[in-house]
């Protein structure tokens, strides 16, 4: 009768298995149905394809350097590296749904009884041999496993979207820094540009002092503004080849590495086009995968909530071992371990209740919760951003674009007075004052200008990169390379999980029930 209500009691328990604990639910953040900058302004908000955006600058060297850079990237590949160590993770939570936890144990024990401790009047020695095989099962009832096993798999998911964020920022650097790279050649072109012509001018005001047709003052402006012109392109120099270092490290490779790459096309500042479609701000949530990892992220502390619960009620066991056991006492041997006569076996439930926990189990819980309380701020914080870094693209884009017409205009206008006041000077109608006036005003105009016109595609890159843009392109490839795979394979078994998986971009709720 007490093993059948035993049988009864378990079969009970094993159909009765629940899951404890919040079912999570992607929250859900307002998003603006528009953008604030209006059509007029070149901005559609139309179905945007954003998977190469950097295209849109028709540049082949950039599109080398953003190859370049998400093949050999040191940072990325750190990310691609979590995305296996999650995955590795998960393998070890899904053990624990398996019924057997096995071990094999064996021992070898000797024993010296003192003859008061014997109770036979002398000292008595007892050795023992133990070879067995013991196994343990604690039963999913309150689904703390499977809440641990759902935890993992969001972790995982989150793992695959922060790489995915990574990326966004990596192609989004290797951009800006190539657009500065070609911005600072621009304006070290203008300030050398320059230097000639105050270098002509210099030589006229010398010949008009040599000559007595001028004073000295005149010719030492005329080098003062020369050598001030001189002295700022060693300063543009050195930017430029902190820019290119700092490219060549997005890359993977050492300093210099970038100048083949830059030499293989024409230096100039990439041209945006003059219209973006950037489709609307709810697309956000779908596409950027930073939003995707808050969202994962939420779901794997919902989960830690419910395997946190599940200690507040009993968990129950199955165990059961079976072995050899020999001693030495007589008329038995230790060799007779081998022997069916010596074997031994055990069978039964368990329960554990952490019953008297003085609250610590609670108090556990509401950690957890105001954990996974923060992680939903956390999530509506990161729409917001992503949408706020998206409109401070796209008013820059607009309103570059309107600085770079206005730009044009006033070196226009810088030019024209720079021809004019150089013709009084040579009739002698000014003095060289105006002369160095315009030629400062002019170089500052064309500086301007070439800043103005590097911001232009800086802003685009900064709009493709809010909208989520560039991770695509890692889509059918693995997260870690083969030489980093074989690497690994020769120091550790990794078995299965080296091999190539589609990690899913939309989270699975679904928890596993027996």
């Known amino acids: 009768m007490s093993k059948k209500c035993l049988v009864l009691l378990f079969a009970i328990i094993l159909t009765s298995c629940s899951v404890v604990g919040p079912d999570f639910a992607p929250p859900t953040t307002p998003t603006a149905q ?8 070149g901005v559609k908000a139309e179905p945007a394809e954003i998977r190469d955006w950097w295209k849109h ?10 190859q370049k850079a998400y093949s050999q990237n040191l940072s990325l590949k750190t990310a691609g590296l979590r995305v296996l160590q999650a995955k590795a993770t998960l393998a070890q939570s899904v053990g624990n749904l398996y019924p057997l936890q096995q071990r094999l144990d064996g ?3 000797y024993n010296r009884f003192s003859e008061h401790a014997s109770g036979v009047g002398t000292d008595t020695d007892l050795t023992q041999n133990q070879l067995g095989l013991s196994v343990g099962w604690e039963i999913d009832f309150w689904g703390k496993f499977r809440r641990a096993v759902e935890s993992q798999d969001a972790a995982l998911l989150a793992s695959a979207a922060s790489y995915d964020t990574v990326l966004v920022a990596l192609l989004g650097q290797v951009a800006t820094s190539y657009i500065n790279v070609r911005t600072l050649e621009e304006r070290i072109r203008i300030a050398r540009d320059n230097v000639t012509t105050q270098r002509k001018s210099s030589r006229i005001a010398q010949v008009r002092f040599n000559t007595g047709m001028t004073s000295e003052r005149d010719y030492q402006q005329a080098l ?19 820019t290119k270092n700092a490219l060549s490290l997005l890359l993977g490779e050492a300093p210099g590495y970038v100048d083949q790459i830059l030499a293989q096309s024409k230096s100039f500042i990439p041209n945006a086009p003059n219209e973006l479609i950037v489709g609307i701000p709810s697309e956000l949530i779908r596409r950027r995968p930073d939003i995707r990892a808050a969202e994962f992220n939420a779901a794997a502390q919902c989960a830690a909530i419910g395997v946190q619960e599940a200690e507040l009620y009993p968990a129950f066991s199955l165990s059961g071992s079976f072995g050899f056991l020999s001693t030495d006492a007589s008329p038995n041997k230790l060799k007779n371990v081998a022997e069916w006569k010596s074997h031994t076996a055990t069978v039964g439930p368990s329960v554990q209740w952490n019953f008297f926990n003085y609250g610590q189990i609670t108090n556990a819980i509401r950690v957890q919760d105001a954990a996974f309380q923060q992680a939903l701020v956390d999530y509506e914080n990161t729409v917001r951003s992503a949408q706020r870094e998206v409109e401070d693209g796209l008013v820059a884009f607009t309103k570059s674009q309107r600085e770079v017409e206005l730009r044009k205009l006033a070196v226009e206008a810088a030019q024209r007075t720079l021809n004019l006041v150089t013709v009084q000077y040579d009739t ?3 003095d060289y004052t105006t002369v160095i006036s315009a030629q400062q005003s002019l170089l500052g105009e064309q500086d301007s200008l070439a800043k103005a016109k590097g911001a232009v595609p800086q802003a685009l890159v900064t709009v493709y990169s809010s909208l989520g843009g560039g991770w695509q392109i890692r889509e059918n490839n693995d997260f870690v390379s083969d030489a980093t795979k074989e690497q690994m394979r020769k120091r550790t078994d990794w078995g299965a999980l080296l091999e190539p998986a589609k990690v899913e971009e939309a989270p699975s709720r679904t928890i596993p029930t027996w």
Not at 34 to 41: A, F, G, I, P, T
Not at 57 to 66: R, S
């Open 34 to 41: 528009d953008w604030l900058v209006s059509q007029k302004d």
């Open 57 to 66: 600058l028709n540049d082949p060297a950039l599109d080398e350097l953003i």
């Open 107 to 109: 021992n070898y024990v």
């Open 224 to 242: 003062t503004q020369l050598h001030a012109t001189e002295a700022s392109i060693p300063q543009l120099e050195l930017a430029l080849q902190q």
């Open 428 to 430: 002698g109608a000014t």
